[in-house]
């Protein structure tokens, strides 16, 4: 479970936009949110849209793996599909805040791989929401005055990216990645290869 976490405008659904398209084994957990949908994006494919009484329903059926409020909206995991993809040995991206990603730490810690995206400054990410042109001068605002708070739990990743240019955090994400499959607890058939290969007598010296 690749967890990738920045505040708003300092890069992550880019950088996780990226990964999806260029690594078919991860697969994309799609949040469900409260939030009004931007012109940019598609119901179902960047979040399920659903209305604050849907979230509520979905929230108290713990029908969510975790769920959190940000900049006055909720956003959420759908539980099944996660689980599904676990079960099944599937790599899925969550592209999640803080919060989400502390809830999901707590309940799976193990199956977790987290990264921070920071922003090279503060004028920097100022200049990325507004050049996205999708949100109001007071939402910005918002968004910048949070971005602070989210900012202080960087410590809570495993991993931390500066975006100061994107095809190098994007590398760096896609390295992470690479390593973290390579680790022993992730190869399940190591095991079974490294016993076949301390039986395997075929380079023993012919006997004479």
Do not use: C
Not at 17 to 36: G, P, Q, Y
Not at 66 to 77: I, L
């Amino acid at each position: 479970m690749l967890v990738i976490s920045s505040p708003s405008g300092a890069g992550k659904s880019t950088i996780a936009r990226n990964l999806l398209e260029n690594d078919k084994a991860l697969e994309l957990s799609v949040s469900v949110t409260t939030r009004a949908r931007r012109g940019s994006e598609i119901d179902g494919v960047h979040y399920h849209f659903v209305s604050h009484r849907d979230f509520e329903r979905l929230r108290d059926t713990d029908a969510l793996l975790e769920w959190a409020e940000v900049h006055g909206n909720y956003y959420g995991t759908p539980r099944e599909p996660a689980e599904i993809a676990l079960s099944e040995g599937r790599d899925m991206l969550f592209d999640i805040d803080w919060q989400g990603a502390k809830q999901l730490s707590e309940k799976i810690r193990a199956d977790i791989v987290s990264i921070f995206i920071l922003p090279p400054s503060m004028r920097e990410l100022r200049s990325r929401l507004k050049r996205r042109a999708e949100d109001s001068d007071q939402v910005i605002e918002t968004r910048l005055a949070n971005a602070r708070k989210e900012i202080e739990h960087w410590r809570d990743y495993d991993y931390v990216v500066i975006n100061d240019d994107l095809d190098r955090a994007f590398g760096a994400v896609r390295s992470i990645v690479a390593a973290e499959r390579l680790r022993r607890d992730r190869r399940p058939g190591l095991f079974d290869f490294v016993s076949d290969l301390l039986d395997d007598n075929s380079a023993a010296p012919a006997e004479q």
